[in-house]
Each structure stands twice: as C-alpha cells, then as structure tokens.
C-alpha cells in the first residue's frame, strides 16, 4: 500500500487524479493540468510536497560536517535564515541527490532531500556523520505546502491572518520561523515568486483550507512538472542521478571549488572531469516543428547519434514543446530530434525558458 500525505482526502474530495509517485498517493492534476500551469503562472497556485524529507542535523560541528557533505558551500550562508542550493555527491562525483539546506542558526541546519532518494540519503548523510558530533533528526512530524505565482506571496498573507506579520521583508531563498509551528521559506520549484510551508502534519488541512479560502487552487504532480521544466530546473532521476556529475547536468554553477582546500565529497574526481573536460553536457531544446518532445527521444546533430532527451513536454507558456537533453559537448544550437521515427528540428537553448511568467528564449 502507498503512503498517503496529511491532505490525501482533501485531495480525493477536490476531484483530484492520484497517482502512485515513489510509493506516495499523490494528486497528478484536479481537471485541467493545463489550466493549473497558467494559474501559477498567473496567480497562485498550491501543491502538495509533503512526500518531501525534510532533516534536521544539530551540533556545534555542523557547518563543518555540510562543508564536506555538499559541492556547494556551506560558508557562503552569512546571515541566519539564508538557503543554499546543492548538489550531495559521491566519491565518484556523481550525483546522490539535489537538495535546498537552509541555515537556521549556529549549531542548527535544515535539509530538504527528495522523496524518492529518503532511506539512501538519510543512510549517507549518516554514514558521512560518523566523524562528526551531531546529531540528525528526520522531522517526519512536519509536512509541506508550496504556494507559487505572483499572487502568492500575497495570498499566502491573507491565509495566515496576524502569523504573517513580518513576512513581507522576508528574502528570496530565506527562510523564518514565524513561531514554533510555523516555518515560512521563500523558495520553490516553480521558477515564480512563493513560499514552501512547512508545519505539523496534524496543522495541514487547516492551511491548506485557509489558502482555498483565500482563493490559492490546488494543483498536482503535472503542472509542476511542466512549471519547473519551463524554469529550467532538473528533477532527479530524470535529468540527473548516480550515473553522472554536476558538470555534465547543467550544474557546475552549483560547484564551488574555492577555497581550494575545502575537500568536498566527489571534488577530486570533479576536478579531474574538469580539467579534461567534460564529454556530454546539458542543454535546453526547443522544438520548431509541431510535436512532442518526451524523455529518451534520440537527438540527431549532422546526421550522428549525440545523445537524448532526459525531460521533454509540451510548454503551456511557450506553446511549444520544449526540454531538456543531454547531448555531446561539442554539438552546436541545431540538431533533430527523433519523435516517432521523423526528424524534427529543434533549436538548442541554455535554461530557463520561462522565469517570473516570461519567456526566456
């Protein structure tokens, strides 16, 4: 039997298709995929994420512990409440998994880790621990709510009443406790302005019907599937996974190699990558014919193999398809790409191809 989130029966009396993601019950649309990705892009719209692991790791050697975890560094969050985008990685430099850390204070950080990676990651995370004098704590007993659009800030407000005093000043990627219930991040998957939530399980039918109430619709798997796509970010086990490195998805910016002699996990085989470059790369494709672009379609470039797609589908904004593909490093901005057995042109674009409700390319 799948897991089912705190909302799974609000989910069931709004209508809502489920379907099973990484063993969890979860809303793939409530009608209209479509519409759902034009009401984040236009207004606000909400999701569901608590099939999301979110892990506390306490103690005075935390930061310590994290600069070694991540490629990207720990040392660059100044300021209580800043997060961090990053990759976790192997010795081999391959990707574990892609997650957000938020600094919470001195001697307390905040990870939130994918669904479909948990028992691997937590094992890891544990495993690199061992050294260290911390402690780890996944918080099980909190769930997550992403509001997103240009509305949503907004919105979000009318929801929480007199709790979202002090949010209008909150920055991008930064998170706050708003009090011992309540933790409020300016961060999402969505490439628009919004909050993920995050608070106890037993709290999330009330949000969840204040922010109805306050007129956010509920959207599923499918719109935010397409929304991120749109927004130029990867999704694990799609465009990334433990068969290739940051440099080769699109994510060397993720990568910070100073100072030289912090000694991530994976760095020198990162490095070694680097220096005799990197073979395949990741790239944005935007279709010139009419057709669909779907994941492992072939990508032809003079008329030879150069590799495929990794996440393609139709751009409700654009109006045309779109995605991501990782090809040869050397490819220029043509190629074809195989859909059905017809060559089809496409344009090679770097991401995002839709930030705050704009088109990009």
């Not at 690199?128 to 099980?140: N, S, T």
């Not at 919105?155 to 000043?169: I, M, P, S, V």
């Not at 990558?273 to 073979?279: E, L, P, S, T």
Request: charged residues 25%; hydrophobic residues 40%; proline residues 3%.
């Amino acid at each position: 039997m799948n897991k089912r989130t705190p909302l799974y029966d609000m989910h069931i009396a709004a209508g809502a298709q489920m379907v099973d993601f990484g063993g969890w019950d979860m809303p793939l649309n409530y009608g209209s995929q479509i519409e759902e990705h034009h009401q984040v892009r236009k207004d606000a719209g909400m999701f569901d994420v608590s099939h999301m692991t979110i892990v506390d790791i306490y103690g005075e050697q935390v930061r310590s512990f994290l600069s070694r975890l991540l490629a990207n560094d720990v040392a660059r969050l100044k300021s209580p409440g800043k997060a961090l985008y990053s990759c976790m990685l192997n010795e081999e430099g391959f990707v574990l998994d892609d997650l957000i850390v938020y600094y919470m204070n001195d001697s307390w950080f905040r990870l939130v880790v994918n669904s479909a990676t948990r028992e691997k990651d937590l094992a890891w995370i544990a495993m690199q621990a061992i050294a260290f004098d911390l402690g780890i704590k996944e918080r099980d007993d909190l769930t997550m709510i992403a509001v997103q659009g240009p509305n949503a800030r907004s919105k979000t407000h009318q929801a929480l009443g007199e709790r979202a005093e002090g949010l209008d000043d909150l920055g991008v990627f930064y998170i706050r406790e708003v009090d011992e219930n309540l933790a409020v991040a300016r961060t999402g998957y969505t490439g628009e302005d919004g909050y993920e939530l995050m608070l106890p399980v037993g709290q999330a039918s009330t949000l969840w019907a204040s922010l109805l109430e306050a007129g956010v619709k509920p959207c599923g798997l499918g719109a935010r599937d397409t929304l991120r796509l749109e927004a130029g970010m990867n999704l694990y086990g799609s465009d990334m996974d433990e068969s290739v490195t940051p440099l080769e998805s699109g994510l060397d910016w993720t990568v910070a190699w100073e100072p030289q002699e912090r000694n991530f996990i994976g760095r020198e085989a990162l490095e070694k990558q680097r220096d005799a470059g990197v073979a395949h790369k990741l790239v944005g494709l935007v279709l010139q014919e009419r057709g669909v672009l779907r994941n492992h379609q072939n990508v032809i470039v003079d008329g030879l193999p150069a590799g495929e797609i990794t996440s393609g589908s139709f751009s409700p904004t654009l109006g045309k398809s779109i995605a991501f593909a990782r090809i040869k490093a050397g490819a220029g901005d043509k190629c074809k790409v195989d859909v059905r057995g017809r060559l089809l042109a496409a344009e090679v674009v770097k991401p995002p191809f839709v930030r705050n409700g704009k088109a990009c390319v």
